[in-house]
């Protein structure tokens, strides 16, 4: 079996976003999260194609409504009716590879981060999209196996990057071990090389230590990733840790990563005292743009300036991400790229 899995910064047909909506978690904080989402779609929808998940008929309504209120070009944008529990379509939705030069979507089972919140209907969103035609022709293969997208990054040429934290910590799969995972990475992804963070994982993440809020590849070369200075901060220690085991990998690479670290944003705080996990690294890729989160704080425009360093030709541009960690997530999360071929 001939696959590759193709990094982010590759050229993509679409993007698929899943709506929030008022049966799922978010309560009166849901006006500002649908803000987040309709500047989302406005920054991804005006140059490529946008897939919109909506629970139901008045959902699907509702996200129309503001759509046009916002003056938000159509052309790119589908809507599609599927029941949902969550806007997380980073983790639910499926995992592109490409096999003998076609898109092949592998979609995985979802089952709430090992079964912290409901997972039901995100888990059956993939499989009821193909089944509506929202991806065109493109095959998509059900998979056993439980991963989240948030969980892997890749530099499109055999290598993966994962955190020890999520993938080996848990029952996800409780018969995988690291060697059972790297030999699935290279069966079903072709990467040849996995590389394990074993530290990092920030306070409040609830996913047990996503990738994607850690470390990602700008470029094939390139991998820009979240450090801490201050040594009062509550993420200092992992992050710190993390940041020695990147410098030690590189040391031993015959061809190091260029490697790229960003500021961390202040610790935020729920209402209930409970630690938030914002990251700058959580952003999101476009075939023209780069969304970095900003979180109102004095680091913001550094780190986005920072990131706009490694993406040269695309607008890099920041948006408020403070209405999403209220939940534990970021700008990422809430987007799947779709590579190119998929909507062909």
């Known amino acids: 079996m001939n696959r590759r899995l193709p990094a982010e910064f590759e050229p ?38 946008v897939i919109i998940v909506a629970d139901n008929e008045a959902c699907r309504d509702h996200v129309n409504n503001l759509l046009t ?22 983790d639910h939705g499926p995992v592109t590879v490409i096999e003998e030069d076609e898109p092949v979507l592998l979609d995985f089972t979802f089952n709430g981060w ?31 196996y439980v991963l989240e997208g948030g969980a892997i990054e890749t530099n499109g040429r055999g290598c993966l990057l994962t955190t020890a934290s999520c993938l080996l910590d848990n029952n996800r799969n409780p018969d995988q071990d690291q060697t059972g995972y790297e030999t699935l990475f290279e069966q079903h992804f072709g990467c040849h090389e996995t590389i394990w963070l074993q530290h990092g994982q920030l306070a409040g993440d609830d996913t047990d230590g996503h990738i994607d809020t850690l470390a990602r590849f700008a470029d094939v070369s390139t991998l820009i990733y979240q450090s801490c200075d201050d040594s009062d901060h ?14 030690s990998m590189n040391d031993q690479r015959d061809k190091p990563f260029q490697l790229v670290p960003v500021p961390m944003p202040v610790k935020h705080f729920a209402d209930d005292g409970s630690p938030l996990p914002a990251s700058y690294v959580n952003f999101i890729i476009s075939n023209r743009r780069v969304l970095v989160p900003a ?6 425009e550094e780190a986005r300036t920072i990131i706009a360093g490694c993406f040269p030709g695309r607008d890099v541009i920041s948006i408020n991400a403070l209405p999403l960690i209220q939940q534990c997530g970021s700008l990422h999360c809430t987007a799947m790229h779709l590579p190119a071929g998929v909507l062909a």
Not at 33 to 43: A, C, D, G, S
Not at 76 to 85: E, K, M
Not at 235 to 245: E, F
């Open 234 to 247: 509550v993420d200092y220690p992992a992050l710190d840790r993390m940041q020695q085991q990147l410098i």
């Open 114 to 144: 090992n079964r912290k919140y409901p997972f039901q209907r995100d888990n059956a969103i993939t499989g009821s999209l193909s089944g509506l035609g929202a991806f065109r022709q493109s095959k998509v293969h059900s998979m056993a």
């Open 12 to 49: 993509q047909s679409g993007t698929l976003l899943t709506w929030p909506h008022d049966s799922g978690h978010w309560g009166d904080q849901l006006e500002k999260v649908e803000e987040v989402f309709i500047e989302i779609t406005h920054l991804l929808g005006d140059h490529q194609k």
């Open 69 to 90: 209120a916002a003056r938000i070009q159509r052309e790119n944008i589908d809507v599609y009716i599927t029941p949902c529990n969550d806007c997380w379509a980073r």
């Open 295 to 300: 979180y109102e704080d004095r680091h913001d």
